[in-house]
C-alpha cells in the first residue's frame, strides 16, 4: 500500500511542510494543549476526523522600513503577516496536533511527548541523514549542528558517545510514502508530498515508528537515559529546590534550550520582573533576585516564569521558554548515580558507564604541591597566582601569560605556574562542568604545542629565566614533566569533580599521558564563603 500512494505523491500531491507533535498519554480532550484556544477559530473536518483551529493573520510593518521610512514613501502594503495554525487529530488511543506556520507557539509549553520527532526520525531515516544537532556535556552550554554535503550514516558526524547528547536529525526516510525529509527532535518537522486524505495514514506510520525499539546502532544514546519514575523524579525536584532556595548553585545554571540567533540578540529577560535593559549573559542570580519577598520557590514556579530573548532590532520578543527548561542542573548521588536536569526533563547516567568514569577518576593521583591556601584577600586566580611567584620565588615562576601560536586561532596559556622540576600548573577556581572543561581543555592544547613545535617552545622560553630556561630544539622527553590541575575549593572535604567534569579529565588525561605527559590533580584550600540568602527567594 505504501508503494502505491508514494507513486500517487510523486505524480500528482505538492510537497507539504508542517510539525508533528504527539500529545501527552494523559492529555484526553484536544484543547487542553492550546492556549487561550478562545482566541482560534475552529474548523471541523468530518471526513478526517479532525479540527483546525486557526488564528487570524498578525499584520505589523516589516522591521527593515524604519531604515528607510524618513527618506522614502514605500506605502502601507509591506507587512509580515504571522500566520499559526493548528490540527488536533485522535488515532489509535492517542492526539496529534499538526501545526502550520507559527501553530507551534500556540501549544501549551510542555504537553506533548519530547522524545516523539527524534525517535521517529531515527527509525524511519535508516543510514541517511544530512545534518545532526548535538549538545555535549562537557560544557552544557555549547551546542552545534553539524551538516553534511551528501546524506550520511550518523557515524560520519563524529558524535562523542561519552559525551554528546543527540538533540535532533534532519535524515531522509527509505520509505517515500512517509516523507521526503525529516526534522527529528521533540517534535517532526515533515516535508511531505500528500494530500488530505492521505494524512491519517501517514500519521499512523509515525506512530508506529514511535512505538517500535530504536535500531542497535543507537543503543549508545541509552548511556543517558530520560527518567519517567514519578518517585525519583519528584525527589529530585525537592533538591534542585533545595539548592536554589539556599543558593548553592555550583552545579546548576541556565542555559538556553536551543541554537538561536545571536546576531539579532539583544539580551535576555524575565517574564513579570522589573523593567530594566535585557541583560546579555543567561543568569540564576537576577531571577532569585526578582522574586518578591516570601514567594515559594516550586517547580510550578519554574514552569511558569519565562525567559524572554529580545530582538536587537526592534526589542520585541522573539523566542521565550519556561525558565524550568532552561535550567540545567547535575546532582550525584552516593558517588555512582548521577543524574541531570536539561531541557526540562532529567536523565538518569547508565550505572556501568557511571562507574567506568569514577574508577578512571579515582586512579588520577591527587597530590600535594605545597602551595598556600586561597585567601580571602584574593580577587581571583591572577592575583592568586602572582602572590605564590612572589612568596616563593625559588620554586615558582609564573606564567600566567597568553602566546600566539599559528596552529591555534587565539592566544594560549602555557600554565599559570611553573616549577624548574617540570610542573606545568594550571589553576582554577571549582565550579561548574564548562569552568573546569576549559581548565582541561587549555592544559590539553598547550601540553600538545609544548611537545610537537619548537616555536611555541621557544616563545614559552623567552618568558622563562635562570634554572627555569629549556632548550627549545629538544623535544620533552617522557616523563619530564608533569601537567597539575589544580582547583581553588572551599569544601573541607577531599577533591571532587562533577560527573562530565570527569568524563572531560579522562579523556584530556588519556590524551596528555599518550604524549609522554604524568598528570595529576591538586587542591587549593579556600576559606569557605559565606552562604548568601535573598529574603526574595523565600529564605526565613
Not at 506605502?75 to 499538526?98: C, Q
Amino acid at each position: 500500500m505504501a508503494k502505491v500512494i508514494a507513486a500517487k505523491r510523486t505524480k500528482s500531491a505538492k510537497s507539504r511542510h508542517f510539525g508533528v507533535f504527539l500529545l501527552k498519554q494523559e492529555i484526553t480532550e484536544a484543547e487542553r494543549a492550546i492556549q487561550n484556544p478562545a482566541s482560534l477559530v475552529p474548523h471541523q473536518i468530518p471526513s478526517l476526523g479532525a479540527t483546525l483551529y486557526v488564528r487570524a493573520p498578525n499584520k505589523k510593518p516589516a522591521a527593515w522600513l524604519s531604515l528607510f521610512t524618513p527618506h522614502l514613501n514605500l506605502g502601507p502594503d509591506f507587512k509580515n503577516a504571522n500566520t499559526a495554525a493548528i490540527l488536533l487529530l485522535g488515532l489509535d488511543s492517542r492526539i496529534l496536533a499538526l501545526t502550520f506556520g507559527y501553530g507551534r507557539n500556540l501549544l501549551v509549553p510542555g504537553c506533548w511527548d519530547e522524545d516523539f520527532g527524534l525517535h521517529v526520525a531515527l527509525n524511519l531515516c535508516g543510514n541517511s541523514y544530512n545534518t545532526v544537532r548535538r549538545q555535549g556535556f562537557d560544557a552544557i552550554s555549547q551546542r552545534s549542528q553539524i551538516q553534511a554535503n551528501t546524506a550520511a550514516g550518523i557515524e560520519a558526524f563524529g558524535l562523542d558517545v561519552e559525551r554528546d547528547l543527540l538533540q535532533a536529525v534532519v535524515g531522509n526516510p527509505s520509505n517515500f510514502a512517509l516523507g521526503t525529509k525529516l526534522l527529528g527532535a521533540d517534535s517532526l518537522q515533515v516535508s511531505a508530498h500528500i494530500e488530505l486524505q492521505d494524512l491519517r495514514e501517514l500519521l499512523q506510520g509515525y506512530l508506529d515508528a514511535y512505538r517500535s525499539p530504536l535500531p542497535s546502532n543507537f543503543e549508545w544514546i541509552n548511556r543517558i537515559r530520560h527518567l519517567t519514575d514519578k518517585e525519583v523524579l519528584a525527589d529530585l525536584n525537592r533538591e534542585l529546590l533545595q539548592r536554589l532556595r539556599e543558593r548553592r548553585l555550583e552545579h546548576v545554571w541556565l542555559v538556553i534550550p536551543e541554537i538561536i540567533d545571536f546576531v539579532n540578540l539583544k539580551g535576555f529577560t524575565f517574564k513579570g520582573a522589573a523593567g530594566g535593559d535585557p541583560d546579555q549573559a543567561l543568569r540564576l542570580a537576577p531571577l532569585l533576585d526578582s522574586l518578591r519577598p516570601g514567594t515559594e520557590i516550586s517547580i510550578e514556579l519554574l514552569k511558569r516564569r519565562q525567559v524572554q530573548a529580545h530582538s536587537a532590532e526592534t526589542d520585541a520578543i522573539f523566542r521565550s521558554w519556561t525558565v524550568f527548561e532552561c535550567i540545567h542542573a547535575e546532582i550525584e548521588r552516593d558517588g555512582d548515580h548521577v543524574f541531570l536536569l536539561s531541557e526540562g526533563r532529567w536523565y538518569k547516567v547508565a550505572h556501568d558507564f557511571c562507574q567506568e568514569i569514577v574508577q578512571y577518576y579515582r586512579q588520577i593521583p591527587i597530590i600535594d604541591l605545597g602551595l598556600p591556601p586561597y585567601r580571602s584577600t584574593d580577587s581571583g586566580e591572577g592575583q592568586f597566582n602572582a602572590r605564590v611567584a612572589a612568596e616563593q620565588p625559588g620554586r615558582w615562576q609564573l606564567l600566567d601569560c597568553k602566546l600566539e601560536h599559528k596552529s591555534t586561532p587565539g592566544k594560549i596559556e602555557f600554565c599559570d605556574l611553573y616549577s624548574c622540576s617540570g610542573d606545568m600548573v594550571h589553576v582554577k577556581r571549582y565550579g561548574s562542568a564548562s569552568r573546569l572543561s576549559h581548565l582541561f581543555a587549555q592544559g590539553l592544547v598547550a601540553g600538545k604545542l609544548f611537545r610537537n613545535h619548537a616555536d611555541f617552545r621557544q616563545k614559552v622560553n623567552e618568558k622563562l629565566s635562570g634554572p627555569w630556561a629549556i632548550n627549545p630544539d629538544v623535544q620533552p622527553a617522557s616523563g619530564a614533566y608533569r601537567v597539575v590541575f589544580a582547583v581553588i575549593s572551599d569544601s573541607d572535604k577531599p577533591l571532587d569533580l562533577p560527573f562530565f567534569s570527569k568524563v572531560v579529565l579522562r579523556s584530556v588525561h588519556a590524551e596528555l599521558k599518550g604524549l609522554g605527559y604524568n598528570v595529576a590533580l591538586a587542591k587549593i584550600q579556600a576559606p569557605p564563603r559565606k552562604l548568601q540568602l535573598s529574603a526574595a527567594a523565600g529564605i526565613p
